[in-house]
Structures are given as C-alpha cells and as structure tokens.
Antibody, heavy 117, light 113 residues
C-alpha cells in the first residue's frame, strides 16, 4: 500500500528557504507511470499545485512559483524533495506531497509549515 | 491556466437526500485521442488530506461507496452523492490534470440540513 510521508521544519524564517522531503513506501519512485509532486493549502483556504517531477528528471512548476521552486528526486532513497526560496508569510500552508497519475492523485498526510520570525 | 469553478460554494442537504456539486473548466479537459476527461473529484475532511473519489470524470476509485458518482465531459462536470450519509460532511474539490499547471476548484462545503 502506497504511503507518502512529508518531513522537514515546521517553522521557517521569512526570506529563508523552505525545504521538505517526501519519503515513499509501497511503490517505486522510478515507476514510469507516475509523477511525484507537491501541493499546498494555506490555513482555511483552497489547494495550490506547486509542481511535479518524473524520476527521469522532467519537472513542471506552477508559473506563479517557478522562480522560487525546485523539486528534485533521489531514486536511491525512494524520495523526492521541495525547495522554496525567499519565503514570506504568504507561503504559510500545509504542504502535501503526492503521486500523480492518469487515475488521479494520491496524497500524503501533509505537514504544516509556518513562515514567521 | 485552466480555471476551475465549482458551484455552489456551500450546500446543506438532508440525510438520505441527494447532493449535487458542479464544476466547470475554462477549457476542455478531454483527451480526444483516448476519450478520457482528466478531471478528478476529492473529499477532504478537517485535518486530513484530500481523498480521491472519482477520476477520469466518472470512474470511481476502489473502495469508494457507490453512492458517489461523477458525470460530464469537456468543460462541465458533476459530482452526485445519492442518499447522503453523516460521514459525507466534508469539503469537495474538483481537479483538472489535463495540463500543467494542474488547477483545483475553490471547494464546496457539504453540510447536513
């Protein structure tokens, strides 16, 4: 059974870099059938797609965040990561990692990241 | 970007009655070559991640009760919950994964009347 687990700091200072990792179990991140990605949800608000990566290294980012986002994959550890630079309070959100396929998206439990000094 | 617009924003339905949520995309999400709409529906309860209910606009995910059904094609889609149960109280989102960036509807809050 697929499990996705986000990990990383829950508090980030403004202007610094948010870094999260998603550990994958129950599936291989090297599966050609899927993309792996990040979606966020500010408290009490809707869902914002951040971007996705294929194990081959192909990435697609939301243009609204593209200048600040990097998603990378580590096939040896079966995990993938998110880096978001120059964060502000507007980046405070629950960050979900996810597996994206033709049959929809499977989500991790999510982790709250607060941007505050 | 494809804009996804759900209606209504909130909905109150009596137990055992039918709930209908609509989703409209600003452009078609139909892959004509394979005749599949890249449109999914999710249910989100407080403190939980979204749960996949429906993909390809009308295919129910394994384990999802058959009172949940999806319909529509192109730009207009509907999620129907027949015989509403108390555990169906949640937020519901539509999601297009036809093109990048993926986009979501704003959500519909479903409550018991």
């Amino acid at each position: 059974q697929l499990q996705l687990q986000e990990s990383g700091p829950g508090l980030v200072n403004p202007s610094e870099t948010l870094s999260l990792t998603c550990g994958v179990s129950g599936d291989s991140i090297s599966s050609s059938s899927y993309y792996w990605g990040w979606i966020r949800q500010p408290p009490g608000k809707g869902l914002e797609w951040i971007g996705i990566i294929h194990y081959s290294g192909s990435t697609y980012y939301n243009p609204s965040l593209k200048s600040r986002v990097t998603i990378s994959v580590d096939t040896s550890k079966n995990q993938f990561s998110l880096r978001l630079t120059s964060v502000t309070a507007a980046d405070t959100a629950v960050y979900f990692c996810a597996r994206q396929g033709d049959r929809g998206t499977y989500w991790g439990q999510g982790t709250l990241v607060t941007v505050s000094s | 970007d494809i804009v996804m617009t759900q209606s209504p924003d909130s909905l109150a339905v009596s137990l055992g009655e039918r709930a209908t949520i609509n989703c409209k995309s600003s452009q078609s999400v139909l892959y004509s070559s394979i005749n599949k709409n890249y449109l999914a529906w999710y249910q989100q309860k407080p403190g939980q991640p979204p749960k996949l209910l429906i993909y390809w606009a009308s295919t129910r995910e394994s384990g999802v009760p058959d009172r949940f059904s999806g319909s529509g094609s192109g730009t207009d889609f509907t999620l129907t919950i027949t015989s509403l149960q108390a555990e169906d109280v949640a937020l519901y989102y539509c999601h297009q994964y036809y093109t990048n960036p993926h986009t979501f509807g704003q959500g519909t809050k479903l409550e018991i009347k």
